[in-house]
């Protein structure tokens, strides 16, 4: 499984756009990129996956160069409410299931 | 849809002693896993189900840990006897059936376990 870097913390304020990337040098031709976001006390939540170029959902765009080696987790307008831990996933869909989390990204936006 | 629970919440316990974790899946969900997340460290699977089956245990720490999913509804996870290093969060998650690595998981919110 591919491994991922990501940044262990970033700060924002309200308002601004929020963009987190990640690289994963060794992700395979099978391999999709999935974010999952975690709040204090509770449990990760999907929030978006793609293959290449870009993907977009009510939530959050996530961009992937053709050499597929980072991605970046743009998240739009961010409020106080995203305040959370963010984490970049990479895996196929044929390997049989678990998620394999890193340090994620802790992301601070202030008022 | 209702989603993913776990009972209980927190559980303090002795060294020593057992505990019992339960996790509720969404219904319908044939793939239910367990994570977890000890002091300071990554979250780190524990195990997959695929209904009644353990399709990957490859996870689980040592054979203290005893996951179980009879009828291939909810599941167990038994920790006997429980160690300090048992301490953390264990998380359940589920998803729909037919789907490979990284389709969309369901969490719950975990149960925190702490062990003196």
């Known amino acids: 499984l591919a491994k991922t870097t990501q940044p262990i913390s970033m700060d924002s304020y309200e308002g601004q756009e929020v963009n987190i990337t990640c690289s994963h040098n060794?992700?395979?031709?099978?391999?999709?990129i999935t974010w999952y976001q975690q709040f204090p006390s509770q449990g990760p939540r999907f929030i978006i996956q793609g293959y290449k170029t870009k993907v977009t959902n009510e939530v959050a765009s996530l961009f992937i160069p053709a050499d597929r080696k980072s991605s970046t987790l743009s998240l739009p307008r961010v409020s106080l409410s995203d305040t959370a831990v963010y984490y970049c996933?990479?895996?196929?869909?044929?390997?049989?299931?678990?998620?394999?989390f890193g340090q994620g990204t802790e992301l601070s936006v202030k008022p | 849809e209702a989603g993913v629970t776990q009972f209980p919440s927190h559980s303090v316990i002795e060294k020593g002693q057992t505990v019992t974790l339960r996790c509720d899946p969404i219904s319908g969900h044939d793939n239910l896993y367990w994570y977890r997340r000890v002091m300071g460290k990554e979250i780190k699977f524990l195990l997959h189900f695929v209904k009644e089956s353990k399709q990957d245990e490859s996870g689980m720490p040592n054979n203290r840990f005893l996951a179980e999913r009879t009828g291939g509804t909810y599941s167990t996870l038994k920790v006997q006897p429980a160690e300090l290093e048992d301490s953390g969060v264990y998380f359940c998650?589920?998803?729909?059936?037919?789907?490979?690595?990284?389709?969309?998981?369901?969490f719950g919110p975990g149960t925190r376990l702490t062990v003196t």
């Open positions: 996933l990479v895996g196929a869909y044929n390997q049989g299931g678990k998620l394999i």
């Open positions: 998650a589920s998803s729909r059936p037919g789907v490979g690595a990284l389709y969309e998981q369901y």
């Open positions: 060794n992700i395979a031709t099978n391999d999709y």
